[in-house]
């Protein structure tokens, strides 16, 4: 069963960046597109970036956020700069199996369990 792992995440100062990984298990991880998201305390968890199997395409709802992927590595990242208290939450990963890309939550079959970023003032 593939399984989706995040890390690099912690705490840091207001201004800092951060790049988190999420690494997948299993041979099928350059056919998924994948998707970062956030999960805040008091508030819906939320769409942050995808990227597509390639990595030709990719959307991010935070222009400091960036996300890229290594399929050599089963690896997708979410670099984050100029942190603020307002990004503290766990981060989670996710795959969409059929590529396609897509910012819905309900379309991503597979979920990693997060990994916690706090930004402190």
């Known amino acids: 069963q593939v399984q989706l792992v995040e890390s690099g995440g912690g705490l840091v100062q207001a201004g800092d960046s951060l790049r988190l990984s999420c690494e997948a298990s299993?041979?099928?991880?350059?056919?998924?597109?994948m998707g970062w998201f956030r999960q805040s305390p008091g508030k819906e968890r939320e769409f942050l970036a995808l990227?597509?199997?390639?990595?030709a395409y990719t959307k991010s709802v935070e222009g400091r956020f960036t996300i890229s992927r290594n399929n050599s590595k089963n690896t997708v990242y979410l670099q984050m700069d100029n942190l603020t208290p307002e990004d503290t939450g766990v981060y989670l990963c996710a795959a969409e199996i059929t590529g396609l890309t897509t910012e819905l939550q309900s379309q991503y079959q597979l979920w990693g369990r997060g990994t916690q970023v706090t930004v402190s003032s």
């Open positions: 299993g041979r099928a991880f350059k056919h998924y597109a």
């Open positions: 990227i597509s199997w390639s990595g």
